[in-house]
């Protein structure tokens, strides 16, 4: 089940939502397919602001002021996640994510 949570990130790329894959109870949106294409962090971290895009990989710590620490094999992303976005959800580090957005 995915559930997906608007998120900024205070780096290169400006990122739309999180997307959990998890055994959640989640309610209403959409679940389907969309035109955002995969890349791994260090691919999203050159990519020009506001491209849209998909990583995937794990929130591994939190820094503090909504900003938690994202990363894949390729490279670390500082994301920022309002408190009011997770709906209750929880992520751990073991937990496998996805980002997805551009603007």
Known sequence: MKCTLPLI???????GALSF?????????FSGPDDLRRVTV???LELPD????????????ALG????EFTDDSATIVVE???DDWHGLEA????QVE?????
């Open 42 to 44: 260090a691919q999203a």
């Open 9 to 15: 990130t205070g780096c290169a790329l400006a990122l």
């Open 99 to 103: 980002i997805s957005g551009g603007d």
């Open 50 to 61: 506001d491209t849209d895009v998909k990583v995937q990989g794990r929130i591994v710590k």
């Open 81 to 83: 996640i309002d408190d």
């Open 92 to 95: 751990t580090p073991e937990l």
């Open 21 to 29: 894959t998890a055994d959640a109870e989640v309610q209403g949106g």
């Open 65 to 68: 002021d909504e900003k938690y």
